[in-house]
């Protein structure tokens, strides 16, 4: 079974940057598309960025042009660059992946990773 790893989250300022990795166990170019998800106390997970083996990309409203996805297939990983934080950034972020398999499409997820923005 895939397994994906999320790292790379923490504490930082207002306006400072991160960067949250997601390694997974088996080739990534299996799943299309690749996300990244976030969830705040109480609430349900909300998209935040995905991107397609060919590269496309799409961005909740709230963190364009602040937030880059990006995969590497042949490494096996998937990055969020976060920029300009702010502290409505604060949540769990979990990346996942839409693994297809041969009795169809199956949601993998990781375990999550805590961002927390201080103002």
């Known amino acids: 079974q895939v397994q994906l790893v999320e790292s790379g989250g923490g504490l930082v300022q207002a306006g400072g940057s991160l960067t949250l990795s997601c390694a997974s166990s088996k080739n990534m170019f299996t799943m299309n598309p690749m996300a990244w998800y976030r969830q705040y106390p109480g609430k349900q997970r909300e998209l935040v960025a995905s991107?397609?083996?060919?590269?496309?990309?799409t961005y909740a409203a709230s963190v364009k042009g602040r937030f880059t996805i990006s995969r590497d297939d042949a490494k096996n990983i998937a990055l969020l660059q976060m920029n300009n934080l702010k502290s409505e950034d604060t949540a769990v972020y979990y990346c996942n992946g839409r693994e297809n398999t041969a009795l169809g499409y199956v949601e993998r997820w990781g375990q999550g990773t805590l961002v927390t923005v201080s103002s």
């Open positions: 991107i397609t083996t060919g590269g496309t990309t």
